[in-house]
Structures are given as C-alpha cells and as structure tokens.
C-alpha cells in the first residue's frame, strides 16, 4: 500500500434529500392540471421539506410558516414563500390558528378547529375535514367510534380522567398496569404507563403537563396495558367518492419512551388473514366516520394473532415513507389530488387491501444519548454529511430530513434528525443497506442514536423479527453501553486505528521513512491503548506497509488476549481529519475481501476516536517507551457526585419539589425537567437531607448543572 494511495477519500454526500424515481404518479397524464396552484404547509422541519418536494414535481408552489427559532430552517429555505407566526414556543407559533390564517389569507394559499377556520375562510385544508378529526384526532371519542364500528378496543375507561384521584381510582378498576395518555395526544408524548398507584399519579401530572405543553389539550384516559404486544399499524387512503383503500401494515415495536426508534413493512409476525382482517377494520373505520385523505389505524397485537384498536392518527404519520417504498405510491400527492376533489386510482380501488411489493425499514435518527437513557442531545451540527441515495429495482437508500451543516437542534422541538430508510427485495438486503448507510451517515457536533440504531440491526432477536414492543427492555435491560464487537472485528478496528495512526504519524512527522526496510516497505513500533487512557486495553502494534498494511497486534494485558492477531489491510482511502474513511480488509480464504466505511470522530491530546459498525472508541497512541513511563503516572481522582441532583440535560426547570432541611428517600421525586416537549421527572440519587436548593422553577438549565445539594 502506497502512503499516497492515504491522501484521498472518497465520499459522496449529496444534497439531495428524497429519491422518488420508482414512486409512481397518483394519477395518469390525463389530469394535466394542478391539484393547487399554491399551498401552506402548517408544519415544520422534515415532513415539511418532504411535502415541498411533492409539491415542486407537480408544479404547485408552497408557502412555509416558521417560528422565530426556525428563521434559517431547510423547510423555510425550500419554500417559495415563508413568513413567521411567533415566538418559538409551539403554542406562540406553530399551533396559532389565527395567525396561520392570516397567512393562508394573506398569500391565497390538522386541527378540526382549524380545519373549520380555514374552510371558512374560503381555502382548501389538505387532510380530513373537521368531523372524522373530531372523532378520531380525539382518542376518548374514537374508542367509542370503533367500538360501534366492530372494531376490537383495548378494555379502559370509556371518558375522560377529572383528576389524580379519580385516575387512581380508575386504574384500580381497570387493573394494573395502566396506560395513561392524552386524549389529543401523538408521538409518545403525554404518555406514562403505570404499575401502582404512586406511578399512576406521577404519570397523570407529567403526562397532562405535557399535553398542555404540546398539544394545548390536557384531558387524558385511561386503558389497559397491554403486555408484550406488537405495535401496528395499517395506512389509509379515502377519497371524497366513497373509495378508502389500505395498504400493508407497519412493524413499528421498537421504542423508547412509547417513541418508535424502527419501523418495518411488512411485519414479520402478522400472517396474511390477519393482515387483511386489520386492513378491512381500518376501512370499516373510516367508511363510519367519513373519512377523507391519508390517515393511519393503530393496532396492537399478539402473537397469537389478536389485535385490538388503538388510535386513529388524522394526519401523515412519520414512517409513512417505508409504506410508500413498500407500495410505490407517493402518498403525499394522493393527499394533494383528494383534496382537490379527484378519486382515487383504479389500480389501487380494485384492490381495496393491498399487497407489499420487497421490505422497507425506517431509523429515526435522533438528537438524543442512547447510554444517558435517550436523553435529548442539543447543539450545532459541526460536520454533516449524508449517506449516499439511490433508488433502483435492487436496493434504495432514503432519507427524508429538515438539517443541515451548521444548523442547530434546539430543546424547543422535537429532536429528530432525520428518517432514514432502505428497501429491498429482501428483508435481510434492506438490513444491510441500512447497515452500511448508518455508517456513512455523518453527524458531528452533538450526540445522535445512530450507534444505538446499528446495535437494533446487529441484534439476533430483530434479524430473525422475533420481538414487540419490549425489545429494548428486555435486549438492553441495564440501558444501552455501546456496541460490543465480536473478536475478528475487535481485531479489524485495531487494524483501522494501526492505519490511521500509521498516516497521522507520517504526515505529522515522516517518521515512516526511519522505518524503510531493504525490502522497500516501511515499518513502525508503537502502542495503542483502546479505552481509558489509564484503564483501557493496552497492545503493542508493529506495522509493515508495501502493497498492503499489515498490523501485528500483541496484547499488553490479559483483558486484550483474545484480540491478537494480524490483520491486512489492501486500502484505506481517507484525508487526514476527514470524517470518513473506507477500508479494505486482504481477502480472506475463500477470495473475499471484506470494506467497511469508518468514522473518525476526531482528534484527542493523546490519539482519536473512531467509530466502527456502530462501535465508538478511543485510542490513545504512543511510543513503547511513553507507554512504559506512563504505567507510572496517578490517575486523576474521580469527582463524587452522589450527592448532587445535576441536570442530565439541556431544559427548563418546570418544578422542585423540596426545600433545603427536607429528608428525602432514593428513588423520590425532587424535581421535574422539561426538554424537547417532553417532561422528565428526576429521582433523588440517595436517601439523605436536602442541604440546597441551587435553582428554582424556570430557570435554563445546562447539562450537568446542579439542582439540588444534599447532606
């Protein structure tokens, strides 16, 4: 291998944001016209850039709304038009009706209210009308809607909950556990399930605050938790001529926080009667209700092929692109024609239930810690560079997102990065391309699931699509710690490192020439320690490099016996401190040469980190000699911090709930933190005496900021 051959890294990261090419027009050339002329998008981020790129190929110019925090958004980039309407408080901003009107209004361009509002106001709302949003965007009255419809309910209370006390008196006669959740609610928030009554209290506060917060809607309900279930969903389409069609269902069981993290079409588990028997009630449902334009019928079910009925969602659900790989529909321009007063198509009205064409899965690409137990992440996107896209019969890579370079992910909306989808004809194909595109997916500056999302793809349980709604809990039942690599790929990683280093220390120094051998290659001693700097495995590396790089490695301690070994590299094409880097690894045996695409995440005082198949680590790197001396050296002290409740993220400080002198138990309630829109109740690390209370509610505050002392 040529030290030259370092000096180039190729990297494709385009713009580009969504391939359509195998998505079909709604309708034939026939309808030549536009649905619209121009449209307001009520909405922000990426579902809002996706719906301008429909707009754009059907030549209907978009208008955008923005808050004050958004001004330099991609959506408000993209849109032909763009005006502002609030603060950055979604309820100063996003859900003012009023002042989205005027807009409207002002520019010709899912919320009954608001539906009626706009209606009135002579525009065209693009979505359902106000009487199937008012009985299915509600969830106390859809319960009862499709329970006259013969569609099966989860057991509950069948009404709203008045208070705490009413909601523990409820949960009692309902039987723990309970599900409590806004009635007006969606995307996990204003949700909590309980186990006992002090839960169901808990719950029943930070889940009304919530909604409030999110939704300006506070009521909540209560039902039965059901255990163990898959999460599914069926898509929606009904046009204003009596036609509603339903497409294949959604696997939507891997979550957080009642959060879906992975979407897959189609289910592993549901059978091909079941599949229709789902279908069929979500038509049911929405013949009963009127139903007009894209929606999405929520079920659960068992794997004894039981289903009950969850929730109506009135609107396009984030997964909705893996349903649109799956079927080749575009189901944004439906959306844009039934407003518009068109049927819907012919080929999709025959069918009525229709088939999955391959395998489609989702990743949700969140600003959030996976190892601080999902918490939200917030900050600049320093470096950001797309997976590369495609879209042909054998394989697609999408990804539907509102970010870019240099953008910023604030505590004021919801964290999402992106969507990031892959098809193929083959579930396990669609695995891989998700796989790889993870691993090209660069985003720096803040901290992202993107390892956790690699460690779900790796997993036996979810590569055999055997697991529901408690995979997290049950797959990392003491939280997520990182990716663990087997030994031949530990090997590789370290291999990786030898490389870069190899290239760092030639750039930096030449010292590579000291080591030419009479053969012409080069060789070179050091010592890489992977980990800790003081507790991490520690290995001695001699490398050669000619036409391949060989990396001898020999552990220095017992915890890295298992990963000596050689390992030959035939390229590694990266550009010093460039993010990326791909590497060939010699074939083996058999003639297969194995790539992998790494991650450089940046330099240290001491080495760098990388991050290989979604596993992160540091790597100290230095001269024997250094090393020997460095056995010497005291570790720093570590800081006890088991007496301080610190703020595990950025937020807002909604309440604090002792005083200094108070004696607390572990475990107790002391304080609860807002971020994202999503309320967080934070517990006492100890049993002890409240010694300060070193903030009070409304107070911003940072990561690791202190709260409360104690004695």
């Not at 046009?239 to 993290?261: I, L, W, Y």
């Not at 000619?546 to 990963?563: F, K, N, R, S, V």
């Amino acid at each position: 291998m040529n030290l030259s051959a370092f000096n180039s890294l190729r990297l494709k990261a385009t713009s580009g944001l969504l391939r359509t090419s195998l998505l079909r027009n709604a309708h034939s050339k026939a309808h030549a016209e536009k649905p619209f002329n121009k449209i307001l998008i009520a909405n922000r981020g990426e579902i809002a850039c996706r719906i301008i790129r429909t707009a754009r190929k059907l030549g209907v110019k978009t208008v955008a709304i923005y808050s004050e925090a958004d001004a330099t958004s991609m959506h408000v980039r993209m849109a032909d038009e763009a005006y502002c309407v609030g603060p950055a408080a979604s309820k100063e901003s996003y859900l003012r009706m009023d002042r989205i009107l005027q807009v409207c209004q002002r520019t010709g361009a899912e919320n009954a209210k608001f539906v009626d509002m706009v209606e009135a106001a002579g525009v065209k709302f693009i979505g359902p009308s106000s009487s199937p949003m008012n009985m299915m965007g509600d969830k106390i009255n859809s319960k009862k809607i499709a329970k006259e419809a013969n569609c099966f309910i989860i057991p509950g209370f069948e009404g709203e909950v008045i208070d705490e006390e009413h909601a523990v008196t409820l949960a009692r006669e309902v039987g723990y556990p309970v599900m409590i959740k806004a009635s007006a609610g969606g995307g996990g928030k204003g949700m909590r399930v309980a186990f006992n009554d002090a839960e169901i209290r808990e719950g029943y506060r930070l889940s009304k605050a919530e909604a409030l917060s999110s939704f300006g809607d506070d009521r909540m309900l209560i039902e039965r938790f059901i255990e163990d279930p898959h999460h599914i969903e069926i898509q929606v389409l009904a046009d204003t001529h009596g036609n509603v069609v339903a497409f294949p269902e959604r696997e939507c069981s891997v979550q957080r926080r009642n959060q879906k993290v992975v979407e897959e079409s189609p289910s592993q588990m549901i059978l091909p009667e079941t599949r229709r028997a789902m279908q069929m009630q979500a038509i049911q449902l929405c013949k009963a209700t009127g139903y007009r334009s894209a929606g999405t019928v929520e079920m659960l079910a068992d794997d004894q092929q039981n289903f009950y009925f969850l929730e109506m969602n009135t609107r396009l659900q984030v997964e909705h692109p893996i349903t649109e790989l799956v079927s080749g529909e575009d189901l944004v321009e439906h959306m844009l024609w039934i407003a518009a007063g068109k049927p819907l198509p012919e080929r999709l009205t025959k069918q009525q239930c229709l088939g999955y064409n391959g395998y489609a899965i989702e990743s949700r690409v969140y600003a959030e810690d996976p190892i601080r137990n999902f918490l939200p992440s917030v900050g600049p996107l320093n470096s950001y560079r797309e997976p590369h896209k495609f879209s042909t019969k054998d394989g697609t890579v999408r990804l539907d997102t509102g970010v870019y370079e240099g953008g910023v992910i604030s505590t004021n909306y919801d964290p999402m990065i992106a969507k990031l989808c892959s098809w193929a004809p083959s579930r396990g194909k669609a695995i891989s391309l998700m796989e790889q595109a993870l691993d090209e997916y660069v985003v720096q500056g803040l901290v992202s699931n993107i390892p956790f999302l690699r460690s779900v793809y790796r997993n036996a349980r979810f590569r055999a699509g055997k697991y529901s709604t408690k995979f997290i809990p049950q797959e990392y039942p003491t939280g997520f710690h990182g990716v663990e690599l087997s030994a031949p790929e530990t090997r590789q990683m370290l291999g990786v490192a030898a490389a870069i280093h190899s290239v760092r220390n030639f750039e930096s120094t030449g010292d590579a020439i000291a080591g030419e051998q009479e053969d012409g290659s080069v060789a070179h001693e050091f010592v890489l320690v992977m980990g800790d700097a003081f507790d991490g495995a520690a290995y001695r590396v001699n490398t050669k490099m000619a036409d391949t790089l060989e990396a001898t490695i020999t552990p220095l301690d017992q915890q890295g016996q298992a990963y000596a070994g050689t390992v030959a590299l035939s390229d590694l094409v990266w550009e010093r401190e460039q993010p990326l880097a791909s590497a060939t690894f010699v074939a083996d045996g058999h003639g297969k040469a194995e790539k992998a695409t790494v991650q450089y995440l940046g330099a240290t005082d001491d080495g760098f980190v990388l991050r290989f198949r979604g596993a992160e680590h540091h790597f100290a790197t230095r001269s024997v000699k250094e090393h020997s001396l460095f056995r010497h050296m005291q570790k720093p002290p570590k800081i006890d911090t088991s007496r301080s409740l610190l703020s595990p993220m950025p937020g807002t400080l909604i309440s604090v709930s002792v005083k200094p002198g108070q004696r607390v138990e572990e475990g107790q309630a002391v304080a609860v933190i807002e971020a994202m829109k999503m309320q967080n109740s934070l517990k006492a690390p100890r049993s002890g005496v409240v010694k300060t209370v070193a903030k009070q509610a409304g107070a911003a505050l940072k990561v690791d900021e202190l709260i409360v002392e104690f004695e």
